[in-house]
């Protein structure tokens, strides 16, 4: 080989050789024969160019031949530094400009660029090269060498990502922008400007050769307001950048309370009224809309008692409402009528009442109070009912934190203002040292296993109480003695015919029309429901959606949250006393925690080789709780998670989707209609979790496959899947799984499931 003149056609040769030594899978020979070839070179450099431009077919994945060849002549140039023969000059621009036109992505660019010295040519000449793939189409391979070699802040944002968000390259817009904050406010602004209702996305699309014709939900303002919010909160940007999207998730939430307080009736005036106020903020958009709404929902008054209270000009609002404030003393009229407080004797003959007097609750906001709280709970043998409560978001950004932790004994509750004993501050007024005893108390209260904390639902408080502070971090893998009741609860509805409490159920709960005191009819789920069941009387939720940010907390308030916490210990009594007649475990203990399905991927399995022979999930549980059949559970996809929803229908599950353009409000309508449980990812997470029963949301990786998404389902649900269940739900019933499941559509991850 040291005799040869490397021509074509030895190149040539020599790639077959090369080629048959890589179908045989021998690498070590590979890297002997390039070796080899390598000490005889005179100009490694442009030998490797020569030998990659024999053939057209390299591309840059990390496991090509192309990569395992450049990879060896970089290793054997960096052991021989002196053998960089090309140093500058026009020649090695003109090496440079044949490696750029060899690839311009992946693992083979990183190795060219390096040996090349591509990111010390000439900027403009590097800046041409990406305009050359672009103005090709080549869309991709633009924006990933744009972003390889720094070029950015000298390209066009607009022209580079618009390309990309049509083809839905999301993650490569993330990556492009990534290190630039300027660009991420334009960017945020950018698809700001295209919720506008007058942008067109086909005739923007035309502008760019090679993409396909635009469906006309592409990009809708679902989509949108999704990747900006996201972006949002990824780089801490200013909310003000994106109004128009801002302005529609509020409305959103405009249009949520509405439902909440006039058609569903579960919200109380006070509560509503807060929640309005701070959703419309100054903004006079939202105002108008809101005065819309309330034309919508309510009546003209209400409509012009809000205009009033905004200060809208007379001249913008609807003629009926305009009309309606002729009469001057409508302002006093209204807010007599509306200022009427709901009647809290009426809802006490229908819902669970504490049973401890009123002086019985503490409400903790200095350090002396944190010490006898402390004092009391943590004994070995304490039973406690825990439980969390914070502003509900409606969507909102950033992420929920805890604003009262409640602590029930049997004789006492505990509130523990979080926004007082948490409020960071020095040491020297103690501020510090209030909030360090905090934190420890909780600490030492969950990872304590000889008390028992009653929960339900706990992984979600556990997960806001991490959110609140930092050093709450990892609180989750520690929790020990932990009874969460949400997973007794899924038990007793899974026995037929279960014996309810003492007392029936009351008759105003029932489905129907509102009943003669006025209360609006209510389907109980999650804690609500399991009190019911148990104690007779179900939760008052009507406090449930307050603003537990704001201080002082009302009285209702006040008895909703001791109430919240209480009902567990008596819910828990019950069960003890005669677990067989629930069809329970005579120890309640050893139902399955909570924190255990937070991390399904690390929980110990049974070995079960059927399932792996046949390549199924295998969502078999360690904790002796009976698993459901995938034909006894029914789910409802975000539209984001349409791949999942594919993958769980053909496992048996029962599955409906959201369309494109399905509000996420249309996912907690039908969850709590049919009973079904919410897979969704993102921020809709948090408000469809505040929509439905505890446990009847759960939120999905978007990162991974639709495999790995599904079998953390399963196996938090404690889903079986059997052979026989595979495909036993007929694919056609739903049109969204018609074309990726015939025939060769197929795509391989399904294949496997009957391989």
Known sequence: MSDMNH?????????????????????????????????????????????????????????????????????????????????SGLRLRKLQGRALSLVSEGQLLDLLSDMYRIAEADRAFLLGQVTHLHRSGKYKEAAIMATRLGLQPDLDLEEMCTPLLFMERFNLVEAYVADYRELQCRLVQMLDGWSASNFNARKVSRQYIGLPPVKPDKLNMKTLSRLAFKLLERYNLDPVLCTNLLNQRHLGTLKYLMYKRFVEKSMTHENWTDHVQSTVGQSRWLQDQLITLLVRYSDCATAGRWALHFGLPKE????????????????????????????????????????????????????????????????????????????????GLGKQTVSLVQLALRE??????????????????????????????????????????????????????????????????????????YTVHKQLQRVPHRPRGKREPVDVLADGPPSEDGLAPQSEKGLSLLVRDILGKPLDKTEQLSNWDKRPLREQQILYAAADAYCLLEVYDVLRQDPARFGLNPNLQQCPKSDSKANPEKRPRPKNPGARRQNLPDTGSDTGAQPIPPRQFSVICDNMLQGLGRYLRCLGVDVLMLDNDDEHRKAA??????????????????????????????????????????????????????????????????????????????????????A
């Open 7 to 87: 021509t074509e056609q030895d190149h040539s040769e020599i790639l077959s050789s090369l080629q048959s030594l890589w179908a045989k899978k021998d690498v070590l020979q590979i890297r002997q024969v390039v070796g080899q070839l390598i000490s005889t070179l005179e100009e490694p450099l442009v030998a490797l160019l020569d030998l990659l431009e024999v053939t057209s077919t390299w591309k840059g994945k990390g496991n090509s031949l192309a990569v395992l060849i450049a990879n060896e002549f970089q290793q054997w140039l960096k052991a021989n530094p002196d053998a960089r023969q090309v140093k």
């Open 316 to 395: 913008t609002l609807p003629l009926a409402v305009a009309d309606s404030l002729e009469d001057l003393s409508i302002q006093d009229q209204l807010s007599a009528n509306e200022n009427v407080p709901d009647d809290p004797q009426t809802r006490k003959e229908h819902f669970y009442q504490l049973p401890i007097p009123r002086d019985k609750i503490h409400f903790l906001r200095s350090a002396g109070d944190l010490s006898v709280c402390r004092e009391r709970v943590l004994k070995d043998g304490q039973v406690v009912g825990v439980d969390m409560e914070w502003r509900p978001m409606f969507g």
């Open 669 to 754: 309508e039908i969850a709590r209609r049919d009973g079904r449980v919410i897979l969704t990812c993102g921020l809709p997470y948090e408000t469809l979790r505040s929509q439905v029963g505890e446990g009847k949301c759960f939120s999905v990786d978007c990162s991974e496959k639709a495999r790995e998404q599904a079998i953390k389902v399963l196996t938090h649900f404690n889903i079986r899947v059997a052979l026989t269940d595979v495909f036993s739900r007929c694919q056609v019933r739903d049109p969204i799984h018609v074309g990726a499941l015939c025939g060769h559509r197929v795509k391989p991850s399904l294949t496997r499931l009957w």
């Open 412 to 485: 006492e509750v505990f509130l523990l203002d979080l926004l007082q004993l948490n409020a960071p501050g020095a040491g020297a007024n103690g501020t510090q040292r209030t909030r360090e005893e905090l934190i420890r108390f909780i600490k030492d209260l969950f990872l304590c296993a000889a008390i028992t904390k009653l929960s339900y639902s706990v992984l979600g408080d556990i997960q806001n109480l991490e959110a609140t502070d930092p050093e709450f971090l990892g609180l989750e893998k520690q929790t020990r003695g932990i009874l969460d009741l």
